[in-house]
């Protein structure tokens, strides 16, 4: 079946720009993952979704970062008047209440 | 709070070498340990993992045991082949939510020559 889509898969932003990231999970996953990868870094968690419940948001750097799951399926994450040091890859992960987490392909954001 | 540890990279390896590739872990309780592989131009995908003292996951070659007498969670493979060249991510399971947020290491980059 189809794996974790993400879009777009490339942003390019001005600083001070709104950007939407929206991610997509596997059909049927009830929790969804959004993490931060820095170039040359691991990722690092940013907030966690059960359904259409935010859980977990403590990873979330600033207050220009949301996100929302409204329907418990398609997730977005929102960042208002980007800085040049939001610039990183931004993956989507899903999984079953308890199991593996698959990963999508990620978003590559760049803050110029 | 959790932190994961990898050995430097790059690491550049002649096929049909043996890789170890080393991490350490810092974590309260008693969390799961993964290792994830990230092919070029492609996502994270889950290679092995291990649930709890002296488990030892295996895939494609690929092993690691929990142990957790030296907080460790080294990753070996006997004979490397092209076909590995990649960048691996060490990571835990925060086992102190019933939900499983990853903290991962800052990934090795793993080279293979014909």
């Known amino acids: 079946g189809a794996g974790v889509s993400q879009s777009p898969r490339y942003k390019v932003a001005k600083r001070g720009q709104d950007v939407a990231l929206r991610c997509d999970p596997i059909s049927g996953h009830v929790s969804l993952f959004w993490y931060q990868q820095a170039l040359g870094q691991g990722p690092e968690f940013l907030t966690y979704f059960q359904n259409e419940a935010q859980l977990d948001k403590s990873g979330l750097p600033s207050d220009r970062f949301f996100a929302e799951r409204p329907e418990g399926s398609v997730s977005t994450l929102k960042i208002q008047r980007t800085q040049q040091e939001d610039s990183a890859v931004y993956l989507c992960?899903?999984?079953?209440?308890?199991?593996?987490?698959?990963f999508g392909p990620g978003t590559r954001l760049t803050v110029t | 709070g959790n932190s994961v540890t990898q050995m430097e990279g790059p690491v550049t390896l002649s096929e049909e070498a043996f890789l170890t590739i080393n991490c350490t872990y810092t974590a309260t309780g008693y969390p799961s340990l993964f290792w994830y592989v990230q092919y070029p131009g492609e996502g994270l995908q889950l290679l092995l993992k291990a649930t709890k003292a002296d488990d030892k996951g295996s895939n494609k070659g690929f092993e690691a045991t929990y142990r957790k007498e030296t907080t460790s969670f080294h990753l070996e493979k006997g004979s490397v082949q092209v076909s590995d060249s990649a960048v691996y991510f060490c990571?835990?399971?925060?086992?102190?939510?019933?939900?499983?947020?990853?903290?991962f290491g800052q990934g090795t980059i793993l080279t293979v020559h014909p």
């Open positions: 992960a899903s999984s079953n209440l308890v199991g593996e987490q698959y």
């Open positions: 990571a835990l399971s925060d086992d102190s939510t019933s939900y499983g947020k990853l903290t």
